[in-house]
């Protein structure tokens, strides 16, 4: 599983709760310049902020995952307090399927998504 986030600590609360359930986890404080670079990490899921650094870069390193055939099928979900930013995007999240949880948000919230959208191939470590 890969987390997206720039800032620590968040990242630290999810290493903290998906760790405890048994998921392998990979930190990000930056989003992918290269997206190949997910792909090597290969993860049944990304977890997504939006608003990384000083832009929207969280929804750039979506929009390059659906476009390179290698990461399209990796499920992401959106974890973000960039509300206004994603009302604007919430009809073509809903359409694509990809899962959207508001920070703050509740644990037990949090794992059913994850575990709702995890890759069928839960044999490797995620």
Do not use: W
């Not at 609360?13 to 392998?24: D, M, T």
């Not at 990809?98 to 949090?110: A, G, H, N, R, S």
Request: net charge negative; hydrophobic share 45%.
């Amino acid at each position: 599983m890969l987390v997206v986030n720039d800032d620590a600590s968040i990242l630290e609360l999810f290493r903290l709760i998906l760790e405890e359930e048994g998921y392998e986890v990979h930190l990000s404080k930056i989003a992918f310049e290269e997206v190949h670079e997910v792909e090597k990490l290969d993860p049944d899921l990304i977890i997504l902020d939006i608003k990384i650094g000083r832009h929207n870069e969280g929804l750039l390193l979506l929009q390059q995952l659906r476009m390179y055939r290698p990461t399209m099928k990796i499920p992401v979900l959106i974890c973000t307090a960039a509300i206004s930013v994603i009302r604007e995007q919430e009809e073509i999240l809903q359409h694509k399927g990809i899962p959207v949880l508001y920070k703050p948000f509740d644990v037990d919230e949090l794992l059913h998504i994850v575990q709702q959208n995890l890759l069928p191939s839960e044999t490797k470590d995620c």
